[in-house]
């Protein structure tokens, strides 16, 4: 089984419409991201959370929220989509202070017509 | 600031090395990662150099730090069909004060390897 999962895989959605992805991990790792990637552009930061109570935004938290359910469950929301959020979007996992390896899912790709 | 520059795209036939390069801009830097995206999957680490290193070896892939010039590189030996992906270097930087680090990744370089 992967360590951490992405629900859902993929999801088409109109503008305006509210947008939850989810993500879980095994690895018991405290800290948790949420990265947009568009073609050209690398990957973006949106949030991250170093535990249940720690929530901070990244470089381009504008249009999005998240959740910390569980120190295995941070979900991200897009509260009224639109067309420009179209992109692949990723959680990670890390756990080191200063060696920060971060561990994938496998993406979820979000179209908003 | 904090940029991390890669090259889009690199071509190279099966056999040959490949090599992908990276600038940053950040001297702070801890340690340097390069991942590997394979199509329809996340990332996933291929190797990492300590920012007082120069050079580490791991199988087929070397990597070389330049910190005076802040460039970084993957070489790839003997390229083969299955190392064609979009490769990311990333830096590891101090933030909070120290208190923890952050990951800056470039824009990623698409690596097609030929038959």
């Known amino acids: 089984d992967a360590d951490v999962t992405q629900t859902p895989r993929n999801r088409i959605t109109k503008t305006g419409k509210r947008i939850m992805l989810e993500c879980s991990q095994t690895?018991?790792?405290?800290?948790m991201y949420w990265y947009r990637q568009d073609p050209g552009l690398g990957l973006q930061l949106i949030y991250y959370?170093?535990?249940?109570?720690?929530?901070n935004k990244g470089e381009i938290s504008d249009g999005y929220s998240v959740s910390r359910q569980a120190q295995a469950k941070f979900s991200l929301s897009l509260e009224s989509a639109i067309p420009n959020q179209t992109a692949l979007y990723f959680c990670?996992?890390?756990?080191?202070?200063?060696?920060?390896?971060?561990?994938f899912g496998p993406g979820t790709r979000l179209t908003v017509l | 600031g904090e940029d991390v520059e890669q090259s889009l795209f690199l071509s190279v036939r099966e056999g040959d090395s490949s090599v992908i390069n990276c600038t940053y801009t950040d001297s702070s830097s801890t340690y340097l990662y390069w991942y590997k995206q394979e199509p329809g999957a996340g990332l996933q680490l291929l190797t990492y150099i300590f920012s007082n290193m120069d050079m580490k070896q791991d199988q087929r892939l070397t990597v070389l730090l330049n910190k005076k010039d802040k460039h970084l590189s993957l070489r790839i030996a003997d390229t083969q069909t299955g190392d064609s992906a979009i490769y990311f270097c990333?830096?590891?930087?101090?933030?909070?004060?120290?208190?923890?680090?952050?990951?800056?990744f470039g824009t990623g370089t698409l690596l097609a390897v030929q038959p």
């Open positions: 990670a996992t890390s756990q080191g202070r200063n060696y920060n390896e971060q561990f």
């Open positions: 959370s170093f535990d249940v109570k720690d929530i």
């Open positions: 990333a830096e590891s930087i101090p933030n909070y004060g120290g208190a923890t680090n952050k990951l800056i």
């Open positions: 690895k018991g790792h405290d800290r």
